[in-house]
């Protein structure tokens, strides 16, 4: 007859063990860090800072539109951006500018670009002036859009919460350890 033994103790995790597990974690703490800190605090900081842009006016030089097919076979998903080139006045100086909106156009959260492109396609077409945003201290630098696309930028933040979710996690496992 097998005796079964219940005050057995788990086996504490071997020394080297651990601290692979905590070089892991730091692995992936870390690369939440730099991603947040290349990707979404310079766009976060862009919005703020666009925010005090004045305005003028701009005349639309060109518009085109450019559709991008994704997803599947059955369902595809059509996303469209424009790329633009306008003029516009500051101080009697004029400058050329081609930036549309705070992001690129793969920010399409909410279907913000697809909507974007087609209006401005529009004004194009009917002639009629847009609102520019630019930087007072450097007018070459405009945009035609500021808004900050939050539903992107909830999406982006994604990735570094799951990576610092991967390495709290493994310090749990770690720490709960004998």
Avoid at 46 to 55: D, I
Avoid at 113 to 133: G, M, P, R, T
Wanted: include cysteine.
């Amino acid at each position: 007859m097998n005796k079964i033994n219940n005050n057995s103790e788990p086996k504490p995790m071997p020394k080297g063990l651990k601290w692979f597990f905590i070089m892991l974690w730091s692995f992936f703490l870390v690369l939440g860090i730099i991603y947040f800190s290349l990707i979404v605090l310079p766009r976060l900081y862009l919005g703020y800072q666009v925010q005090s842009w004045k305005t003028t006016t701009a005349t639309l030089i060109n518009v085109k539109l450019h559709t991008q097919k994704t997803g599947k076979l059955l369902h595809p998903i059509y996303k469209t951006h424009a790329t633009v080139v306008y003029s516009y006045l500051v101080h009697e100086n004029k400058y050329i500018g081609n930036r549309v909106s705070l992001f690129s156009y793969h920010d399409n959260a909410n279907g913000f670009q697809d909507e974007l492109a087609y209006n401005l396609k529009n004004k194009f077409q009917n002639k009629q002036s847009v609102i520019v945003y630019y930087n007072q201290s450097n007018p070459n630098e405009s945009m035609l859009n500021r808004d900050i696309q939050w539903a992107f930028l909830a999406i982006q933040m994604i990735v570094p919460l799951i990576l610092c979710g991967i390495g709290g996690s493994i310090v749990l496992v770690i720490y709960n350890e004998p």
